[in-house]
């Protein structure tokens, strides 16, 4: 009678968050109605090819470095005054740079040779605010770090840069990096190139936006909840989020070491499945992970898992089209390899509280980072300062400082306890040889500002943060609104090959990135 009774409550919670859903987008919706500008459309077919592509055509002589990075830089100055994607540009030096590399190339250097210490000779990209790069901005978009600037690449960054890409501006982020929608007072708003009125995500979101609209082939950035899964998602390009300390992260934020125990981890952001791999080679700095990113893949051999939606009650529930999504791309799974087991994680239901608990094991000190490290401030002090109009943080931030301060905390024991036998139970089942099949969110891109009042919709992303495994986000296409749409893909710890496997036979299948113009 009980189990009844609470299936008749789950049921009506369900179907009234459903209904406040509606409520969100029809009020968002008539204030936005008519105010969305369309990116223009791409006039240099240059811009519309991989990186891989590009660096062998400059390895060929077929393009020259300056012509590339000219084109994309092009490009950006064209989206860039819809978008606000890029904050801070270096045009002129990266000319300089991209001469210098034909310069190399004119000297008759073994291309062999620089196939393989330089395999991105040339090949422009851009990485968030946030993460250091020498000579730059860094302000964390905070005001109160607002001039501030980096005497040294983060390390990721500098291997970027020594694997012969081109550093061509820094994008827009939320504060500190802790939402969902890249704004803050420093920078203003990132707007969506399939939409303007709509999100890009946080916080790898200027860079989703800028490669999404071909002002770079790829970008660089980090993720911690979901930061770079998320805006690659909303944003219909491609994003990974490698496995458990692949990659250093000094420099990142307001990290001063490599390695630490933490969720977070740097990746790729590119508009082609080709490129995830290779970018991640020069990305990561364990050799080991490296060398087993060429581990041949059969995916006709793979065992195929999914989960239609993690039963979290606080999230949305997911909307036809992307169950339409994530159904087609099972059934073609399936259709390939023979069979497809649909599976529910034991625990996923609490995905953000796991995600919550993990985040007070992170180490860092948000009421402190948020001062520029000057003091440590209080929800309390915050809130007084907003309604006596004194406020330097954004609302996301303020909200941030309520949570941490004003609701309880998760038990460490139940929250350990659930994440370990989530992660025990997945493991087993993938083995060697198996994907996750996982919903991206309840909701393709919603409206500016209408996530203050849906604010949990991202824990589709951030429990695999926590589980700290592998993920690529997949983009197929476009729904009826012309907004992206696609799936995570999951593997076990060091299979992050097997997400790029799958992610590019999805792209052959059902085409993946399309251009927003």
């Avoid at 811009?47 to 020259?64: F, G, M, T």
Wanted: positive net charge; charged residues 25%.
């Amino acid at each position: 009678m009980m189990s009844k009774i609470k299936k008749i409550l789950r049921c009506f919670i369900v179907q009234l968050h459903c209904l406040f859903d509606c409520f969100i987008d029809f009020i968002f919706g008539i204030y936005y109605d008519g105010k969305e500008v369309k990116i223009p459309p791409v006039s240099n077919p240059i811009v519309l090819e991989s990186a891989v592509e590009l660096a062998e055509k400059i390895r060929n002589k077929k393009l020259s470095c300056v012509t590339v990075v000219s084109a994309f830089i092009e490009r950006c100055k064209e989206v860039n005054k819809i978008t606000n994607s890029i904050v801070e540009e270096r045009y002129d030096d990266a000319i300089e740079e991209a001469k210098k590399y034909d310069n190399l190339i004119a000297s008759g250097v073994d291309m062999n040779l620089l196939k393989t210490t330089k395999p991105f000779l040339g090949i422009p990209f851009t990485t968030k605010e946030s993460n250091e790069a020498k000579g730059m901005l860094h302000s964390l978009g905070m005001l109160s770090r607002k001039n501030y600037r980096s005497t040294e690449d983060a390390t990721v960054i500098a291997s970027v840069k020594e694997s012969g890409a081109i550093l061509i501006g820094k994008t827009n982020m939320p504060e500190l990096n802790l939402w969902v929608e890249s704004r803050n007072l420093v920078y203003g708003q990132t707007n969506n190139p399939y939409n303007t009125t709509r999100s890009v995500g946080g916080s790898s979101g200027g860079d989703a936006a800028i490669t999404a609209s071909c002002g770079v082939p790829f970008s660089l950035g980090t993720d911690l909840g979901g930061s770079i899964r998320m805006p690659a998602f909303y944003n219909g390009v491609f994003g990974l989020k490698p496995s458990e300390k692949a990659t250093a992260l000094k420099g990142v934020l307001m990290r001063s070491k490599d390695f630490s125990s933490t969720m977070a981890e740097a990746g790729p952001i590119c508009k082609h499945a080709d490129d995830l791999l290779p970018l991640l080679k020069v990305m990561i700095c364990d050799d080991t992970l490296r060398d087993k990113l060429d581990t041949p893949v059969d995916v006709t051999k793979l065992k195929i898992y999914y989960q239609k939606n993690s039963g979290e009650l606080r999230t949305s529930k997911i909307n036809l089209e992307l169950r339409k999504t994530l159904y087609k791309v099972v059934k073609h799974l399936k259709k390939i390899t023979g069979s497809a087991e649909k599976i529910k994680l034991p625990g996923s239901e609490y995905s953000y509280s796991l995600w919550r608990y993990w985040m007070s094991q992170e180490g860092d000190d948000f009421k402190l980072n948020i001062t520029n490290k000057k003091s440590t401030t209080s929800a309390t002090s915050e809130l007084i300062k907003l309604l006596t109009n004194r406020s330097e943080i954004t609302l996301a931030a303020l909200m941030n400082i309520v949570d941490e301060d004003y609701f309880p905390k998760e038990d460490a024991k139940w929250a350990e306890a659930v994440t370990d036998e989530m992660k025990k139970f997945l493991l087993k089942k993938l083995g060697d040889n198996g994907v996750l099949i996982y919903p991206s969110s309840p909701h393709p891109a919603s409206y500016h500002y209408s996530y203050f009042l849906r604010p949990y919709n991202f824990s589709y992303w951030c429990l695999f943060n926590a589980l700290r495994l592998p993920v690529c986000q997949v983009p197929l296409g476009l729904d009826s609104e012309g907004l992206p749409v696609g799936v995570q893909v999951v593997a076990a710890p060091h299979k992050d090959y097997l997400c790029a496997a799958v992610a590019k036979e999805l792209e052959k299948t059902f085409g993946g990135w399309v251009p927003p113009s």
